[in-house]
T-cell receptor, first 110, second 116 residues
C-alpha cells in the first residue's frame, strides 16, 4: 500500500472550513484513499473514502486531484467536537489492512 | 445500529495474570481485526479473520498472545502471561469483505489495558 504524508498539526477557527491535506504520490491505480479520525480515548472513526472521483457525505468532502497523488479532506463548518487526529490511508482493493500513520492533529479553536 | 462492542473498557491487572479481551463485531460483517495502540508505535494490526478463519497473525508480538473467533459474532484476544509492556489500548474492528467493493473498517471504543 502507498505511503501517505500529512502535516503533523493544524488549527482551524470554529465555524470555518477545515482543509486537511494528504500526499500519496506513489498511489497506484486500484488503491483507495480513506480518511479516519480519532477523538481522544475513542476508537478510530470512519469518515469517507474514494478512488478517483470527489466524494461527499454528511460528515465531510473528499477532493482527490486528477493525478491522484494528493487529496484534501474538507470539514465544511468545523466545530469544537471535530478536534481529533485525522488519518489519511491508502489501501488497495485486495488488501484487508489499514496502515495508520501519525496523522494530522486538528485543533478547532473557539 | 449497534457498532463494534468491546469488553471490558478498562482492565488493570498484575503481571503474570491472564487477560482476555472480548469483541462483538457488527452483525453481518465477515472480517474482524485486532489492533493495538501505544504512544510509541501508534496503531498496529495484530491479527485479522475472514469468515472466522485467521488470515494473518504476523502482527502478534509473541506466543503469549492468542486470538480466537469461535463464531461470526464473537472474538477474543488473550494474553498469557501478561507483562507491563503489554499495556496499551486494544481495538477491535469489523468490515464486510469479499463483495468486490472496497469497504471501511468500523472500530470499537477499545479496551484500555494496564499491566502493573
Amino acid at each position: 500500500d502507498a505511503k501517505t504524508t500529512q502535516p503533523p498539526s493544524m488549527d482551524c477557527a470554529e465555524g470555518r472550513a477545515a482543509n486537511l491535506p494528504c500526499n500519496h504520490s506513489t498511489i497506484s491505480g486500484n488503491e483507495y484513499v480513506y480518511w479516519y479520525r480519532q477523538i481522544h480515548s475513542q476508537g478510530p472513526q470512519y469518515i469517507i473514502h474514494g478512488l478517483k472521483n470527489n466524494e461527499t457525505n454528511e460528515m465531510a468532502s473528499l477532493i482527490i486531484t486528477e493525478d491522484r497523488k494528493s487529496s484534501t479532506l474538507i470539514l465544511p463548518h468545523a466545530t469544537l467536537r471535530d478536534t481529533a487526529v485525522y488519518y489519511c490511508i491508502v489501501r488497495g482493493n485486495t488488501g484487508n489492512q489499514f496502515y495508520f500513520g501519525t496523522g494530522t492533529s486538528l485543533t478547532v479553536i473557539p | 445500529d449497534a457498532g463494534v462492542i468491546q469488553s471490558p473498557r478498562h482492565e488493570v491487572t498484575e503481571m503474570g495474570q491472564e487477560v482476555t479481551l472480548r469483541c462483538k463485531p457488527i452483525s453481518g460483517h465477515n472480517s474482524l481485526f485486532w489492533y493495538r495502540q501505544t504512544m510509541m508505535r501508534g496503531l498496529e494490526l495484530l491479527i485479522y479473520f475472514n469468515n472466522n478463519v485467521p488470515i494473518d497473525d504476523s502482527g502478534m508480538p509473541e506466543d503469549r498472545f492468542s486470538a480466537k473467533m469461535p463464531n461470526a459474532s464473537f472474538s477474543t484476544l488473550k494474553i498469557q502471561p501478561s507483562e507491563p509492556r503489554d499495556s496499551a489500548v486494544y481495538f477491535c474492528a469489523s468490515s464486510l469483505h469479499g463483495t468486490g467493493v472496497n469497504q471501511p473498517q468500523h472500530f470499537g471504543d477499545g479496551t484500555r489495558l494496564s499491566i502493573l
